[in-house]
């Protein structure tokens, strides 16, 4: 008896002392805010490692920008490495005790990765070039911040910069323009003011959107919709809602707005606007109904366009997205909500342990160069899939495309780019209407939660009408809260 | 009413009915197999906008050999192949040997715990390969083993247990007099597994072997992670370079890719389909 | 004497034996056993690379399965799906071994043509065949839909998608199971049937007295292999259902809500528990194997 537990004592702690092997060297355990030193000396020679991902053609392209920049620098080497997207997480975690000098992070993984600690902060005296960084989106530039006293994200004081953004990607409505026409020509609607309102750019209300989608499709076949399904961020922060209180700790699922922006939805399926698998469609399935015609609308980002242009006579355009009422119910009131997108982003980062190897300089001009260079933002913006990082180029340039380098691809699609622009400068002032937020995950530890909620809301009796959003709200808000209890235990311990 | 089938040149009318349902079935079957196939190489020569916007369109309404060319830009189809068979050559010869030599001590000699022993080395198949590859992954990285062929190449040439398994379970269906007549003529077990064992056990190898070198031409998992750098990689993480174009949206090139890829599984497949279908005569072997 | 020099014989017999299996010992430990007792003390641990933290927790991971808000409805979902799904096994395995028998037959024409397209979907795109099952399922266009006049929701539905992917994976293993149980045809001697056939034997009497019993060591192995492939069924979740709420498996959750997570304490106790089922129901196998016939 006494041997077993001494052998079951024994094995325990080999395994564990095996299993400490093999994650040794993992997360530092917290972040710091430390000022960057800069350990640049022109004349030593610098070999950097940097790893991200995309397919054969971006990896091109990422190519020949850094070779313009090992030709501006000769004594920094930039070692290129490019995974798959589906696996690049995981090959970064397999990296964790030695991580590449400078590599993507996703803004939906930033804040574990920052307060595991394995990111270097980028101010300093000789840091990153902040006269510069203010040419770049605010939005863009203040994600990456973070304080780790306060576990606050976004600017603040006493907090760091953990990261460059890589580039930032507006997702909104886009319309097929023939097919509306069809559409409004088969109803007679070339008059009809709430038609007119929601084509005109501008953003429209909830109640004009369902009623001029509900008049567009009268008489269309039974496989049309107007969008194949509504983005959960789009409705709530279009509607002045939250999952959640500010620092995540306390669920908002059964405000009032947040329950509209989930009824919104509902009633989008029950009106036949969109299917009945509501949240459930999955990208390629409401791409392909967009794409065949078969839904008026779906959303898309600026990546989706190097489709769509080779698309033989099929065009499009974009449209912000429709606001709700408000936690108080009512239009025209002072908390309405305003079109308010989400924006995909991904940062630059450079790896706290540079500052052992003494490559720390290097890795921050590297990610300032592909965030910033002008060089780098015009060859990525002609490549085709993003807009630039940089204000005055994506004002004076890549909206009217000045330099018709758009024009000469046939890239002309979208014709109101400047959509996308407005979205990613965010509300600007009291007057402007068009604006953008990062997804929801980027504020939490995990995702689950957020899978757990569409599950819930997917599997009840919402999109048939039997339930209200009020119901099924209710019901998950239980377990909501103990998903934010767990995440908020993780952060604050 | 089935015992005049075999023996009596006419057959029954029901005999007849059987044989032309069985061919129905075999034919509709072979149908479904087929069309993905030819589903796969149609659209190669798609423009991608038919197979984005048309919905689903066997024949492409414009031939276009577009994706052929930007697969040979894009893809180093050679050094991918080339890499491939470093892998696939040691980890099939040498695994399958020593493989054979463990299942011939499974199933024709004493091996102690010889159950137990099967069963522990078969809890690595349990066990999801996403909660070792962490482990794994560190181990190797330690080791300064990846943008490297090896981590690919060691595990299999200890052998792969899925094999010994299934050749174990072969094995039981040759008769064990064969190998007592080999003892009591002083033969070491050595050499009756490599001179007796080893020809009879030709169905099995090929049809195993097929799968492994199957297996590792399309694993794409372990290679994506361990290779980076493109002119290490072996064929699926060169070829899914191109999935990620424009989201996997480039169907034609996509399928190109796959399609082309293919072609070598189809020729070692009939190489050594004839093994697994030929009939060995075993029992003449005891005489 | 005599006796000796058997027992010493035996032993040989054994040394020899344990050196024709030490490579697969040694491959085992060094490439397997070792990430195994590493992740299996992970799952007392609530380890996260990223934060790296590796607290002993005792058995919190192994409980927070079956008892936390975030975890508990997935998790069991999860379960009765993958066992749902494993009906593909049995149904899978009838079909083969009855088109290897069929194939077998030396009246049946047309052999080299069948072995060919047999194997075709194994070489066959993922994607490819992913799209063409999708299509097949599709609600409003699909193929069987139209087939049939019918408004079947197979891609959307909780327990249909279960019975599309169930239809797919048998469809999908046929070809490798056909082989296999060609190559174990092979070991049936000839004679075995020209004797029935004497005996004025019939095609299905010699189906179930010679060809089946003789096959069994392949059955064995395939029903084995099957079932552990079955319990870790992953691949056709994303590919084919698109994650599709009545889809998902326990190796889906072991990656989306641990691995996904960083989560590896809880994906590592998930993973060990769905070994220690397949392991149990292994050795159950292997303990009741007396139907399988292995010539003495």
Not at chain 3, 17 to 38: D, E, R
Not at chain 3, 71 to 77: I, M, P, S, T, V
Not at chain 3, 87 to 109: H, Q
């Amino acid at each position: 008896m006494k041997t077993g537990t001494k052998i079951a004592g024994i094995t325990l702690s080999l395994m564990l002392g095996m299993a400490a092997f093999a994650g040794c060297g993992g997360g530092r355990g917290s972040a710091s805010v430390e000022p960057f030193v800069n350990d640049y000396d022109p004349n030593r020679e610098y070999n950097i490692d940097f790893l991200g991902w995309g397919d054969a053609k971006e990896q091109e392209i990422y190519k020949r920008i850094i070779n313009d920049f090992m030709a501006i620098h000769p004594n920094i080497h930039v070692s290129y490495d490019a995974s798959s997207a589906g696996e690049y997480l995981t090959k970064l975690t397999g990296e964790i005790a030695d991580l590449p000098d400078v590599f993507y992070l996703p803004d939906t993984e930033f804040l574990q990765w920052v307060d595991g600690g394995h990111l270097l902060n980028l101010i300093g005296e000789n840091g990153v070039d902040e006269e510069k960084l203010k040419n770049v989106w605010d939005n863009a530039v203040n994600e990456y911040f973070y304080n780790p006293e306060t576990f606050q994200l976004g600017r603040s004081e006493g907090a760091g910069m953990f990261a460059l953004p890589k580039d930032q990607g507006p997702f909104t409505l886009a319309y097929n323009i023939d097919l509306v026409n069809q559409r409004i020509a088969a109803n007679r609607l070339e008059d009809d003011e709430e038609v007119k309102a929601l084509f005109s750019h501008q953003p429209v209300t909830w109640t004009v959107f369902r009623n001029a989608m509900k008049k567009l499709l009268q008489g269309a076949p039974s496989n049309m919709y107007g969008v194949p399904y509504y983005e959960l961020e789009h409705a709530v922060y279009s509607n002045n809602a939250e999952f959640f209180n500010e620092d995540a700790t306390v669920s908002r699922l059964t405000s009032p707005a947040m329950v509209d922006a989930v009824q919104f939805i509902g009633d989008l399926c029950t009106d036949g606007i969109t299917p009945k698998t509501g949240l459930a469609m999955n990208g390629d399935g409401a791409d392909n109904m967009f794409f065949q015609g078969n839904a008026l609308m779906t959303f898309v980002g600026p990546w989706d366009f190097a489709t769509i242009w080779d698309l033989d006579n099929f065009h499009c355009d974009l449209l912000p997205v429709p606001y709700g009422p408000g936690p108080d119910r009512q239009y025209n009131t002072a908390d309405d909500g305003k079109s308010t997108a989400f924006i995909g982003s991904m940062g630059y980062c450079v790896a706290y342990k540079t500052k052992e190897r003494g490559t720390s300089g290097a890795s921050l001009m590297l990610a300032e160069y592909l965030c910033m260079n002008e060089n780098a933002q015009r060859k990525f913006y002609s490549f085709g899939q993003c807009v630039p990082n940089l204000k005055d180029m994506a004002y004076n340039e890549y909206v009217p495309d000045s330099l018709g380098i758009l024009a000469d691809e046939g890239h002309t699609d979208p014709a109101h780019r400047d959509i996308f622009i407005e979205i990613v400068d965010g509300f600007k002032d009291e007057n402007d209407k068009i604006g953008g937020k990062p997804r929801i995950l980027y504020q939490t530890y995990f995702s689950t939660w957020r899978t757990n909620l569409e599950d819930a809301i997917n599997q009840s009796k919402l999109y048939t009408g039997e339930q209200t959003a009020q119901q099924v709200l209710a019901a998950h808000e239980p377990s909501f809260q103990a998903s934010l209890d767990e995440m908020s235990g993780m952060l604050r311990k | 009413m089935e015992k005049t089938l075999v023996r009596k040149p006419h057959k029954k009318p029901s005999a007849i009915i059987a044989l032309v349902v069985t061919y129905a079935v075999m034919i509709l079957l072979a149908i479904t197999m087929v069309f993905p196939y030819l589903y796969m190489a149609l659209t190669t020569f798609k423009p991608m906008s038919e197979t984005v916007s048309a919905g689903f369109k066997l024949f492409p309404r414009v031939w276009t050999a577009e994706s052929y060319k930007e697969v040979w830009e894009l893809v180093p189809f050679g050094r991918g192949i080339l890499n491939t068979m470093a892998v696939e050559i040691p980890v099939i010869l040498v695994g399958s040997f020593t493989s054979a030599l463990g299942a011939f001590a499974f199933a024709k000699m004493r091996l102690p715990c010889a159950r137990v022993l099967l069963l522990v080395l078969m809890s690595g198949m349990m066990v999801p390969f996403a909660a070792l590859f962490l482990p794994q992954y560190r181990i190797y990285s330690s080791m300064k083993l990846t943008n490297n062929l090896l981590p690919l190449i060691l595990p299999g040439l200890f052998g792969n247990i899925s094999m010994v398994f299934f050749l174990i379970q072969f094995m039981g269906g040759i008769p064990n007099a064969l190998f007592e007549a080999a003892k009591i003529d002083g033969c070491g077990y050595f050499k009756s597994f490599v001179y007796i064992m080893l020809p009879l056990l030709w169905p099995a190898l090929a049809a195993q072997g097929v799968f492994w070198f199957l297996g590792i031409w399309n694993d794409y998992f372990a290679p994506s992670i361990y290779l980076t750098k493109p002119e290490a990689m072996t064929l699926q993480p060169l070829i899914n370079r191109l999935n990620a174009t424009q989201g996997g949206r480039d169907f034609p090139l996509v399928m190109t890719g796959a399609f082309l890829s293919s072609i070598p599984l189809i020729a070692v497949y009939l190489v050594f389909q004839k093994y697994f279908m030929s009939a060995l005569s075993i029992t003449s072997g005891i005489k | 004497m005599e006796r000796r020099k058997a027992s010493k014989l035996v032993r040989r017999e054994k040394l020899t034996a344990l050196a024709f299996v030490t490579p697969l010992i040694v491959g085992f430990v060094v490439f397997t056993l070792v990430c195994m007792v590493i992740s299996f003390a992970y799952s007392f641990t609530n380890y996260n690379p990223i934060r790296g933290s590796m607290d002993f927790d005792g058995f919190k991971r192994y409980t927070e399965l079956f008892t936390h808000p975030t975890y508990k409805k997935a998790f069991l979902d999860s379960i009765l799906n993958t066992l749902f799904l494993l009906l593909a096994t049995p149904l899978c395995l009838t079909v083969s071994i009855l088109i290897a028998a069929l194939m077998n037959n030396k009246k049946f024409r047309g052999k080299t043509v069948f072995r060919v397209i047999i194997y075709l979907p194994a070489v066959t795109s993922v994607v490819a065949v992913n799209f063409i099952w999708r299509y097949m399922f599709e609600e409003n266009y699909g193929l069987i839909n139209t087939f049939f006049h019918a408004h079947i929701p197979w891609l959307t539905d909780n327990t249909l998608i279960k019975v599309a992917m169930i239809i797919k994976n048998v469809w999908g293993g046929i070809g490798t199971q056909v082989i296999l149980f060609m190559a174990g045809m092979q070991n049936i001697s000839e004679e075995f049937y020209e004797a029935a056939e004497l005996d004025g034997a019939g095609p299905v009497y010699k189906f179930f007295r010679i060809t089946l019993p003789l096959v069994t060591p392949v059955l064995f192995y395939s029903i084995i292999t099957s079932l552990i492939g079955g319990f870790q069924i992953f691949a056709d979740v994303e590919l084919f259902a698109g994650g599709q709420y009545g889809s998902r498996t326990i190796v889906h959750f072991i990656r989306n809500y641990g691995i996904g997570q960083n989560l590896y304490g809880l994906a590592s106790a998930a993973s060990f528990l769905l070994a220690a089922v397949i392991m149990i129901i292994t050795a159950l196998q292997f303990r009741f194997n007396k139907w399988v016939n292995y010539t003495d």
